[in-house]
């Protein structure tokens, strides 16, 4: 009798590590084959085109075109891959984007790698798999999802709209009329704040939260 065919999984993650670390993993898992790595959304699709993967691990961070959009095109253009939203974040919109856009399921890159697994597994068999963490972002009060424990002062809210635009220490200094000195403790509280470890990880929760007033 034939052996069940392997479930082809495409990761894609704009940072190679992480990449190398799942396929490691899936290379010891008898029924998953790894298809295909790409590090952004846009390589996805090309691959998608290419490979037609079975189930997609998808980044949703990521520089060219993120994982949200690619989501949505992979499953409009290719209705039998099935993606599952694999990332750091857990912040209500994001978790409703992703979902809307058609993935099935939506992972911390924290899971461990049996269930990673087993949501694979799920995923090809048209079951959801959510991480706890998502659903409580999906449910908790619309007014809770901007509240931090300690807000950003006025300066340090300054400091994170430059961050956000891509300035250094040194122009953020310099936009600001402070010391560049002043500037580190800016952003080391802002992390603080934030519960981030480095300036990528907060603006990405800045833009995802919204922390930012909207300008024209």
Known sequence: MAEPRQIRVLIVDDHGMVRRGLMAYLGNQADLQLAGEAGDGQEALQLCEKLQPD??????????LDGVAATRAIRKRWPETQVIALT??????????ALQAGAIGYLLKNVSGDDLAQAIRAAHSRRSTLAPEALQALVRPEEQETLLPEPLTDRETEVLALLVKGLENKEIAARLSISTST???HVSNILSKLGVSNRGEAIALAIERRLLPRQD
Do not use: H, T
Not at 55 to 64: A, N, Q, R, S
């Open 55 to 64: 189930v997609v691990l998808m980044d949703l961070i990521m520089p060219v």
């Open 88 to 97: 750091s974040f857990q912040e209500k919109d994001l978790v409703r984007d």
């Open 183 to 185: 500037v580190k403790v």
